[in-house]
């Protein structure tokens, strides 16, 4: 398993802007695929995006198709989440996670295939 942790949450206005960093432990960063995922009080986790072991497949969610990025750099161990044009319903906990993936086009939604998580950054957006 790799250890990840989340930052660059917090306060914004809507129609504001964030970057949410992962940073990511150990030597094999590039054998895993990436998602991001976020969780509203009350609501059940649910699939921001994701992106293949060498970025170049990426897969998001419609609720922010056109508003977020997800990118990696392997050589960083790093994998964000640029959120652009921040909604209210965007509010929640995000969080990073990993999975080991033997293909290197492999993009994964579903939250159980994913092996390794972060504890999330909170993210708020005001109206």
């Known amino acids: 398993q790799v250890q990840l942790v989340e930052s660059g949450g917090g306060l914004v206005q809507a129609g504001g802007s964030l970057r949410l960093s992962c940073a990511a432990s150990?030597?094999?960063?590039?054998?895993?695929?990436m998602g991001w995922f976020r969780q509203a009080p009350g609501r059940e986790r649910e699939f921001v995006a994701g992106?293949?072991?060498?970025?170049?497949?990426?897969y998001y969610a419609d609720t922010v198709k056109g508003r977020f990025t997800i990118s990696r750099d392997n050589a960083k161990n790093a994998v964000y989440l640029q959120m652009n044009s921040l909604k209210p319903e965007d509010t929640a906990d995000y969080f990073c996670?990993?999975?080991?993936?033997?293909?290197?086009?492999?993009?994964?939604?579903?939250?159980?295939?994913?092996?390794?998580w972060g504890q999330g950054t909170q993210v708020t957006v005001s109206s």
């Open positions: 992106i293949s072991r060498n970025g170049d497949r990426t």
């Open positions: 150990g030597r094999t960063f590039s054998s895993y695929a």
């Open positions: 996670a990993a999975k080991p993936a033997a293909f290197y086009y492999s993009v994964y939604s579903h939250a159980p295939s994913y092996d390794s």
